[in-house]
């Protein structure tokens, strides 16, 4: 049962051009989504996140967006730029299901086309 | 400063070695965790450590052997590896963790990982 879904396995965008990344999740005891970048052969690195309490999240370039009773979630990136490009997770955790377990989507390759 | 060190960054050993690989954090986090990646897919937990006490095991095989030796120090020990073991071994710490931790101190810094082989 896959609780954090990410449909879209790759985005293509222009440079300067706005990047949506989309995530759907099922457990309604999720309270916390992060969204993290991944390059190859590295680490993820933390992005952005947002509280359940809130439900929008903005941070330079990037904007979180939280719609509760849909169950989703979007990443906006703008502009985008070609250092964008990797492939970016979405991750959910709860106080009550575990606060230590995240619980991640499949991923998006983002590419930003120069 | 949110860096996470990983030693060594690649690893290549038969499966009837004994090898660790160590981790690395100054950020005063009391929560760190082990994760297996494998190309194109997402990290999978293998243990966490709360406190420096091992909190959670995903039912990882006994051939990965965790230790917290302090609040900034985590290995893992691998011996008998099997060649689809072969993935990036990625450490990651944070704030705080377990039920009820306040929100905010869910966020895992991750390390660059260890790429590991198996032969």
């Known amino acids: 049962d896959q609780q954090v879904k990410q449909n879209s396995p790759s985005l293509s965008v222009q440079e300067g051009r706005i990047s949506i990344l989309n995530c759907d999740y099922t457990n309604s005891m999720f309270d916390y989504f992060l969204w993290y970048k991944k390059y190859p052969a590295e680490g993820p690195t933390f992005l952005i996140s947002?509280?359940?309490?809130?439900d929008k999240n903005e941070d330079g370039r990037f904007t979180v967006f939280l719609n509760k009773s849909a169950k989703h979630l979007s990443l906006h990136i703008v502009p985008s730029q070609p250092g964008d490009s990797a492939v970016y997770f979405c991750a959910a955790s709860g106080r009550e299901t575990s606060g230590s377990r995240l619980t991640f989507g499949e991923g998006t390759q983002l590419t930003v086309n120069p | 400063d949110t860096e996470v060190t990983q030693t060594p960054k690649h690893l290549v050993m038969g499966m009837t070695n004994k090898k660790s690989l160590k981790c690395e954090q100054h950020?005063?986090?009391?929560?760190m965790y082990w994760y297996k990646q494998k190309a194109k897919k997402p990290p999978e937990l293998m243990f966490v450590?709360?406190?420096?006490?091992?909190?959670i095991n995903e039912s990882v095989p006994s051939r990965f052997s965790p230790e917290c030796p302090n609040s900034s120090l985590l290995n893992l020990h691998l011996h008998a590896l099997q060649p689809e073991d072969s993935a990036l071994y990625l450490c990651?710490?944070?704030?705080?963790?377990?039920?009820?931790?306040?929100?905010?101190?869910?966020?895992?810094?991750f390390g660059p990982g260890t790429r590991l082989t198996v032969t």
């Open positions: 947002i509280s359940s309490i809130k």
């Open positions: 950020m005063g986090h009391r929560a």
């Open positions: 990651a710490s944070s704030q705080s963790g377990g039920r009820g931790a306040p929100t905010g101190s869910y966020e895992q810094y």
């Open positions: 450590y709360s406190y420096e006490k091992l909190s």
